[in-house]
Structure formats: C-alpha cells, structure tokens
C-alpha cells in the first residue's frame, strides 16, 4: 500500500512539474513567408535555374554528396517542364495538363503517366505515388505558409544576409523531424533563392540543399514547350507506383 | 525446378523497371507535409505512346531528341504582372496562376498542429540569442523588413511635453536631480533644466535613475536580447533600484514617436531621425511601428 502510494505521488509531482512544450513562432518570418507565397501564387508562369546538393548515407563512407542542376518552367495551371543534369542523369520530366512524362537522356527511355489535373495536384499525387521528385516543389504549394505553420516548433527570422550576391531574408525553423532555412530575396518580388533542409529523423542527418537562381517572372512561355515527342528508338517503359512492401 | 513465386516476379520486375527508368528507388519525397491534394487511385498508366516510322540508321547510340529552334523569348528582365491592355468594354483576360494563389495569407491558424497539447507562442519579437549568436554580423539595419507609414507625431497625455518646450513653473511633485553637477529635474517622464526665468523640456541624461515610469510606457526587447522600457521618447532598464536612463538599443520597437522626429532618406528608405536616434518605420503584426537601427 506505501509502495503504490509513493508511485502514485511520484507520478503526481512529475506530472506537475512537467511544463507543456512551448512552441516559438515569429510573425515576421510568417510574414516574409507570405509575402513570398503570395507572389508566387499569383504568377502565370515562370523559370527558374535550381542546383541542389543531397546527401546519400553510406555505411562505409558516411555521407556522400550529390548534386544536381536543373531547369524549371512552369506554367499556370498544369504545365510543367524540368530539365535535370547531374547524378542523377540526364532526364526530363514534361506535364501537359494531361499527361506526365519522363525522359532519360543517358537511357533514351520514356514512361508518361496519365494525369489530368493541376500542377500542384499531379506534383504532390505523382511524387507521393512514384516517388518523383520536383525540385524546390514545397514552395508551389498554396498551403506552403500553413504546413510550415503546422509542423515548425520553431520559426524565427535571422536577418539579412547575401545569396549569389542577391541580399536575402534569412528564415530558420525546427520540424518534427527536420530542421530547416530559407533565404528569401530583400527585394519586390520575394522569391525564395536557397533552402537548406536537415533530416534530423534519419541516420547521420542527411541534409538537402537548393539554390535557386535565374527567376525569371511570367516569361511568354509557348505550350509547345511541354508536349513531349518520343525521341527517335526511345524504348517505352512502366512507371511503377512505389511498392507498399518495401523496406 | 523450382518455381518462382508470383509475388518475388513482381518484386523483380518493379526493382528493374525503376532501375531502367532511373527513378531512384529511395528518392525523398517532397520535403514538407503537405494536405488536401493527394487524389483517390492512383494515375493510369499512359499507353505506350505511337512512334512515328523512321527510316533504319545505322548509328549505335540513341538519337538525341529533336532540336528544335529556341522557342523560348529572348530573356526579358524580371516585371510586376503586366495585363495585357484592353478595350473599353473589353474584359480583360485572366491568366491562370501556376498553383491557383497562395492560401491564407496573413490569416493563419497558429494552434495547428501536430500535438494538439502544445502550447503555442507567437512571438513579436526575435530573441534568439543563447549561447551563440545566429544573428548576421555588420552594421545594424533592423531585423523587420522596412515598412513605410506616415509620422504622426504622439503626445503622452496632458502633462508630457517635447525637447524645448518652455515652463515658467513646474509642478509642485517633480523630482530634483544630479547628474554629472547638472540638475535636473524630472515629471511624468520629462526632464526639465532651469532656463531664462523657467524651465525647458531637454533630452534625458543618460544614468538618470527615477523611481517610476508613467502609465503608458512600452516594454521592447532589443537586439541584444535584454528588455527595455520606454515612454516619450526616452528608453530605461529596470535596475531593481529604479528604472535608468539609457541609450536607444538597436532592434529595440516601439509603436510611438514624439513630436520633433525628422525624415531622412537613407539608402533609398525614410527613417526617422529623433535626438540623434534613427528609426526604421516597420510594421509588426499588422502595426505601424518603429525599430531602432544604426544605418
């Protein structure tokens, strides 16, 4: 009876003394945030030029980098065009409103994936259901400022500071499982210029980097961009959703 | 023989077209959680789409795409929005944004969570210090991105008065003070010296000590992570003792400025320039307001 009382005081005390985990969000980084969604949510169209840096965990080698550079032309609201250079080959991805295919260069092989509906839409259901990555592809999302909002248990705003020679606003946050930064540029236009992304969640804390340079602003982009003719002895292959069995 | 089972062909299968198609198998998917886009089922597969005959070549690798001419216009520098002009009468023509237009803006749900048992903070101002100082090095220019509004002038009630304003008496409960073998004497967060017969409102000294602040003063936290108090254009720190005078802390905000600020355009911005102090207009959580920098 002493026993299961002095537990029950003990649990007592430690739930007492146990403070709710605080959360601290700053109104000027949701604010730089805003503005830059905003922009970008009402763009017709646009370019941009992303390198990216991802590490790859090795058992013997530890983290190994990669990088790609890519080319991104969007144009509201369903075409999409990326061309990508680098380690993960020569390849491109071409949405017509209707139809998502990719390409790789080094292979000559194409898949395409049937898929009406928006940018948005088919980026997050194809790289959910495929695994297919869209470069920078969160700050697309309309609901980028919320989802940031929802998952950050720390969202602050640094200070100025200079990407590629551009002067940024420096955002910092904590996820659950990841911690992040933005650089957003300091001038009309807002737009984001590098992101850093540290998976504290998986081993060795592999971190994403992107650079985004080159913006160019609802540039008169031709729908003929993003129709995709198979080249010459492509050799057609099925895209396969990813496997609910795997490791 | 032994037969191979349905589930390890497939497994196969799958593990060799994604390696033909060079999708990586573990690619990280995208790198926020995102809700409300997913669609049910799952996209169909296209059918293989039909390749026009060509002619056989006798070259080994495969052929490069077809060039076509550059189609893209010749880059153009970076525009606000343009429409297109339009006839009177005429509607003028909406272009489809790339994501349909951001979501929320300005009116966000804070409490939206992960853990519905956080606590949430928004804070108004940035106090990351600690032990390591992230915040960028050089000349102070503010933390707040600038934000012009018009100076409307603020006065703290009857008994508060601008730098030269003239008494020929001052009330019967100011407080004498010596500082540095000046007087001066202080009233509802004013300070006065004797001049030509009265007295004149000057600027307060640095290292005065008062006893009490006036109803109306604002409470800042400053770039260098301490609070601060102010009130008619004077800044104090809480000494235990009494509240001291002190200089303006760069990064500190406050919402009021008195009579007598001057507009100087730095750099392209209008800041606000009193007793010798500049200020950066700003806007903090939908208010106009003031932060201290050293351009």
Sequence with gaps: MVKKTFVFLSVCLLSVHLPAQMRRIDTVAVSILDRM???????????????????????????????????LYL???????????????????????????????????????????????????????????????DFLYPSFVDDILADSKELVYLGLTRVEGKECYHIAGRGQD????FWISEDAFSLPMKMVIVYTNKEMNPQYEAVLTNWQVNPDL????????????????????????KK | MQIVSKPTILLLLVAAMLA??????????QRFNHGGFSRPGAPSQAA?????????????????QPVRPEMRSAPQPARPEMRPETRPGAQPVERPSINGGSRNY????????????????????????DHVNVYHTGDYRGIHPYYYHPYRPYYWGPHWHPLGFFLSALATDAVLLSLNNQRYYYDDGVYYQPSNGGYAVV?????????????????????????????????????????????????????????????????????????????????????DAYEVVNP
């Design chain 1, 75 to 137: 144009h509201g609201p369903n075409k999409l065009l990326l061309k990508s250079e680098g380690d993960r080959g020569s390849r491109d991805l071409s949405f017509d409103g209707n139809k998502l295919s990719y390409y790789s260069r080094d292979r000559n092989q194409y898949g395409q994936i049937d898929a009406s509906m928006s940018l948005v839409e088919m980026i997050d259901t194809v790289n959910k259901l495929y695994g297919i990555e869209f470069p920078a592809a």
């Design chain 2, 106 to 129: 300005g009116n966000h749900d804070y409490n939206r969570s992960y853990d519905a048992h956080e606590n949430v903070t928004v804070r108004q101002n940035v106090t990351v210090r």
């Design chain 1, 37 to 71: 969604s905003a922009v970008i949510g009402q763009l017709a169209s646009c370019s941009v030029t992303i390198k990216s840096n991802y590490d790859v965990a090795s058992k013997e080698l530890g983290l190994v980098k990669h990088s790609d550079e890519e080319q």
């Design chain 2, 20 to 29: 033909l198609a060079g999708i990586p198998v573990e690619g990280m998917a």
């Design chain 1, 222 to 245: 031709p729908d003929a961009l993003f129709e995709f003719s198979v080249p010459h002895k492509a050799k057609h292959v099925r895209l396969m959703p990813l496997s609910t069995h």
């Design chain 1, 178 to 181: 990841k911690t992040f930064q």
């Design chain 2, 48 to 64: 293989p789409a039909r390749v026009p005959q060509q002619p056989m070549r006798t070259e080994s690798r495969p052929a490069p």
């Design chain 2, 203 to 287: 600027p307060a000294p640095i290292g005065a000590l008062v006893a009490a602040l006036p109803p109306g003063y604002e409470t800042t936290t400053a770039a260098d992570g301490n609070s601060y108090f102010y009130f008619g254009g004077v800044f104090y720190v809480d000494t235990g003792q009494g509240y001291q005078v002190v200089g303006a802390p760069a990064g500190a905000v406050i919402i009021q400025l008195p009579v007598g600020a001057v507009e100087q355009n730095i750099n392209g911005d209008t800041l606000l320039v009193y007793n010798n102090t500049y200020y950066l207009p700003i806007s903090q959580d939908g208010q």
